[in-house]
Antibody
Framework: QVQLVQSGSELKKPGASVKVSCKASGYTFTSFIMNWVRQAPGQGLEWMGWINTNTGNPTYAQGFTGRFVFSFDTSVSTAYLQISSLKAEDTAVYYC??????????????WGQGTLVTVSS | SYVLTQPPSVSVAPGKTARITCGGNNIGKKSVHWYQQKPGQAPVLVIYYDSDRPSGIPERLSGSNSGDTATLTISRVEAGDEADYYCQVWDSSSEHRVFGGGTKLTVL
């Protein structure tokens, strides 16, 4: 069965960097787009962008350019989200979410359990 | 950028029907997907492509989409349906996905 297992919670100081991992299993990793979604405390879902795990091409939503980097390692079927120069407002739960087998207007049919990143001095 | 508008909250008595709307300009021409999120849990896809249900989602949940409004309908509401619900579309003009602000469904 398809599973996305994310790395554990992180507590970071402002200005530091963090790398969140999302290990996929139960399907061919390179056949499906992987999305990243942010949820700030008490807030709604915010699409950060996606990475094409076949071509390696990332797409970043507005507001997630510059400090945010999507990557992956096919040898371990794992996608990564790296955030640099962390700010207090980056405090949120970050989800990876796999697309279905469809086009750009696709849905996300499997989600990781979420990783809480807390930025505090 | 494309904006999706959801009511912040909807309340319904057990056994009744809940309707959660998602408004957007000509949303009827887009494909709408719906997610359910319970407290402390990851979102779960409940409706895709306006009205299709993933396996394991009860038939009590259904979706429709026309004009400027998409609707998630939950019939015979149960206590376990209490959750936040989000709609999502693809905005071709910005080439971005967009989520609605979410609706908290309260079962009275």
């Amino acid at each position: 069965q398809v599973q996305l297992v994310q790395s554990g919670s992180e507590l970071k100081k402002p200005g530091a960097s963090v790398k969140v991992s999302c290990k996929a299993s139960g399907y061919t990793f390179t056949s499906f787009i992987m999305n990243w979604v942010r949820q700030a405390p008490g807030q709604g879902l915010e699409w950060m962008g996606w990475i094409n795990t076949n071509t390696g091409n990332p797409t970043y939503a507005q507001g997630f350019t510059g400090r945010f980097v999507f990557s992956f390692d096919t040898s371990v079927s794992t996608a990564y989200l790296q955030i640099s120069s962390l700010k207090a407002e980056d405090t949120a739960v970050y989800y990876c979410a796999r697309d279905g087998y469809c086009g750009a207007d696709c849905y996300s049919d499997y989600w990781g359990q979420g990783t809480l990143v807390t930025v505090s001095s | 950028s494309y904006v999706l508008t959801q009511p912040p909250s909807v309340s319904v008595a057990p056994g009744k029907t809940a309707r959660i709307t998602c408004g957007g300009n000509n949303i009827g021409k887009k494909s709408v997907h719906w997610y359910q999120q319970k407290p402390g849990q990851a979102p779960v896809l409940v409706i895709y492509y306006d009205s299709d249900r993933p396996s394991g989602i009860p038939e009590r949940l259904s979706g429709s989409n026309s004009g400027d409004t998409a609707t998630l309908t939950i019939s015979r509401v149960e206590a376990g349906d209490e959750a936040d619900y989000y709609c999502q579309v693809w905005d071709s003009s910005s080439e971005h996905r967009v989520f609605g602000g979410g609706t908290k469904l309260t079962v009275l």
